[in-house]
């Protein structure tokens, strides 16, 4: 089974584009945290969060890497780093348990819940087709294209009138008919 | 399982544990459990997630692309089932 994927992965696409949205997620989580469990539960909601960008990032990154390889590799780097991953999270709790600033119920909830809301953020942004294998290409605004706002935001030089003078209009003719 | 429980009662009765002892023996006992029967079901489903996957690239290896963003999301949703095992066991075990 010699298949790779070449190119840049599309699982990194999209889990780079998640730890991009975790940005968003940081004022929520440390409000509500302060309110609830002070400066300790922010703190540790915080370092929740970033065991969760973390989580993502190495995910892809081990799926970028053994895809290049092969999809034997990938399927053996998916299962085991799996088990890989869960390890570390059990680790990175352990270094902290005993310090004075970890609360564990707010880590917990922050774990949990900024997982499942950025998986579910991300899959409006997935297009997962042929052409685009990781993220739906963003749309970019063209002035040339006629908008539905005012024409007063189209620059002088791109009206209609004066960028399309080939227009049926323009040259004095009229539209086919039919 | 009761007769778990049972065995787990009599050894404890036969002991001197105190109530507390007791209850923080039956708390991590509890705790393995939970991670380790939340880690079969995610494993599990990773696995037949990945055997698919690569499936089907071997089937169509020109949506390998695709295929992968799939199984990130897959795997990623699916992690989630251990990870609110994992949270159980470290507030059963910690807290």
Partial sequence: MNIRIEGPSPAMQVAVDLARKSVWLIPVVVIISAAFWGIDGVLSSL????IVVVNFLLAA?????????????????????FLLRLGLIFLAVLLVRNTQWIELLP??????????????WEMRYVSATLAFPGLKPQ???NPYLPSSESSDSVPSNLSPSA???????????????? | MSALAHTAATVLAATDYTAAEAKGIAGASSAGFAYGL????PGIGIGYLVGQAVQAM????????QVQTTM???IAFTEALALIGFVVFILLKFV
């Fill in chain 1, 47 to 50: 370092y929740a969060l970033a």
């Fill in chain 1, 61 to 81: 990154y081990m799926l970028a890497v053994t895809g290049r390889i092969s999809a034997a590799v990938m399927a053996a780097a998916a299962l085991f780093g």
């Fill in chain 1, 107 to 120: 880590f917990g909830i922050t774990l949990i819940s900024t997982h499942l809301a950025l998986l579910f």
């Fill in chain 1, 139 to 141: 749309a970019t605004p």
């Fill in chain 1, 163 to 178: 960028s399309a003078p080939d227009s049926y209009d323009n040259r004095g003719l009229s539209a086919p008919k039919g």
């Fill in chain 2, 38 to 41: 939340a880690a079969i079901g």
């Fill in chain 2, 58 to 65: 071997a089937r169509q290896p020109e949506s390998a692309g």
């Fill in chain 2, 72 to 74: 990130f999301l897959g």
